[in-house]
């Protein structure tokens, strides 16, 4: 029996590939894919994410939704994936058009009619997913999983010393989604790093597979890959939503996670968007600490750690 799955997504190129895999895996069905303004406008996401789609041969229905953050202005990422965020490539306008209706009305009505049997992974900011929870707040727990690609657990961000991009983009809806009570799951920036980075040596064993989703999943991402390298100073390519996916599909991938209390600094003049990760449980023994908390339980299950060569494998099946 197929898994029931919702991907809400600011598609570009490592999106793209997380998209890709999603829809080649076998027993996931991708309900539906909701465009969020983070990497891309939604316009330009919507293009990117049902090129990807049609690519797979698939005619998942692609939802535009919120085009800005709840109170900020959108802070585009154009700069890391190429002027069309997938590399520069300029792939053809797909076939498949965007669906009628708004994200967030498509997130409240497939949650609705799929209780308890979907599970939801974003990929860029929370937008869309704070709109819905505002709207239905009775979503929350019908959702079986809520795997969000964002975030720094007590590690550097990469859009400021602070910070993750999906996280402080909108800092206001994560902090909606992260007080929700729904079943999250956090799979960092930091996670897609290191070991998990694809090696000169890996990418071209990618190509050499020879297959259409190979030699897409690694175009479109030439431009992240020297932005990688160059900026963040990694060993090669870092797939983050990717590896966010990947733990969706096989959660057996996680070697290190824990269940804490998270919450999302809104106002800190450096620290704005950081997600504050109490992974020393200091909240309810230290009286000075916990007065300042909304979060009284634990409420995120944090993977800090996948198992590198694991993630690569089921990365050229699915590409394979």
Known sequence: MKRKMIIDS???SDDAVAILMAHRYLNIEVLAVTIVSGNMTVQDGSRNARYTIELCGAQTPV???CERPLLHEPAHAYWYHGPDGMGGMNYPEAKLQAAQGHAVDALIENIRAN????MLVT???LTNIA???IRAPEIAPLVSRCVIMGGAANVVGNVTPAAEYNIWCDPEAARIVFRSGMNLEMVGWEVGRGDAALTEQEIRDVYALDTPYAKFAMDCNVHALQMAKNWQGDPGLTLHDPTAMAIALDPTLSTRRGKYRVDVET???LTRGMTVV???HIVGTQKIFTDAWAVREPNVLVHHELDAARWK????QCLG
């Open 10 to 12: 600011d598609t570009a």
């Open 63 to 65: 939802y535009v939704g």
């Open 115 to 118: 209780e308890n049997d979907v």
């Open 123 to 125: 990929l860029g900011p």
């Open 131 to 133: 709109a819905a929870l």
């Open 267 to 269: 106002r800190g003049e």
């Open 278 to 280: 109490d992974e020393r």
């Open 313 to 316: 494998e089921l990365l050229r």
